[in-house]
């Protein structure tokens, strides 16, 4: 099982729709939680971390729920513009290496 | 804000050619990493360095060396490039702190043929 774990989609949703991504981990020790953007041959970009009581920024909310092990990402009121690969990442701390999830592709259609 | 520059956005070299991917940050961050990125595998982990002449392996270290002789600089080497190295490479830089993201450069595209 990996590490960290993440539906690939495809997600096809029209422009205005609420899209919700979950990502789950294995690693109970897990302490620090992000996603990034990664649109097509470019580099994956920090969209947000995820706090524990879970944090807004605009139209994106993440959340992390510990009990059973998985962050989520809402995207409410999808533009065209959000059509890209989102990564969720998971880091043990203490200098341990990040984990990354393979990704989810979503595509916001007019 | 965090600039990661990799030395080239594009390259193309031939089987058993030697090959140097450099990464500056400009963020004095002491962690940098070097990836990879296939279609379909994610991002893998190659090296990674928490300082200066430090270096650990990461998953898929094999045929890969590295070199952090300052701290704002990360270099990768294909000692013999393979056609199975073609790939996108991303290198990244983070603080240690506890809750630091990673932020990545734009990557180097390198076709081995």
């Known amino acids: 099982r990996k590490e960290v774990e993440q539906d690939p989609g495809p997600f096809n949703v029209p422009e205005g729709a609420t899209v919700a991504f979950n990502c789950t981990y294995s690693n109970s020790a897990s302490q620090s939680f992000f996603w990034y953007r990664q649109d097509c041959r470019k580099e994956p970009k920090l969209l947000m971390s995820v706090y524990s009581s879970g944090n807004e920024d605009g139209r994106f909310t993440a959340q992390l729920n510990r009990a059973s092990q998985y962050i989520s990402l809402l995207i409410r009121d999808s533009k065209l513009s959000d059509s890209a690969t989102y990564l969720c990442?998971?880091?043990?701390?203490?200098?341990?290496?990040?984990?990354f999830g393979a990704g989810t592709r979503l595509f916001v259609k007019a | 804000d965090v600039k990661v520059t990799q030395s080239s956005r594009y390259l193309v070299k031939r089987t058993g050619e030697k090959v140097f991917l450099e990464c500056v940050q400009d963020m004095d961050h002491e962690n940098m990493f070097w990836y990879r990125q296939d279609p379909g595998l994610g991002l893998r982990l190659i090296y990674f360095s928490y300082d200066v002449k430090m270096k650990e392996k990461g998953d898929i270290p094999e045929g890969y060396s590295v070199s952090r002789e300052k701290k704002e600089r990360f270099s990768l080497i294909l000692e013999s490039a393979s056609t199975n190295q073609t790939s996108m490479y991303l290198c990244a830089s983070s603080s240690p702190r506890l809750g630091s993201a990673q932020y990545f450069g734009p990557g180097t595209r390198l076709l081995v043929l």
């Open positions: 990442a998971v880091n043990r701390g203490g200098g341990f290496k990040t984990i």
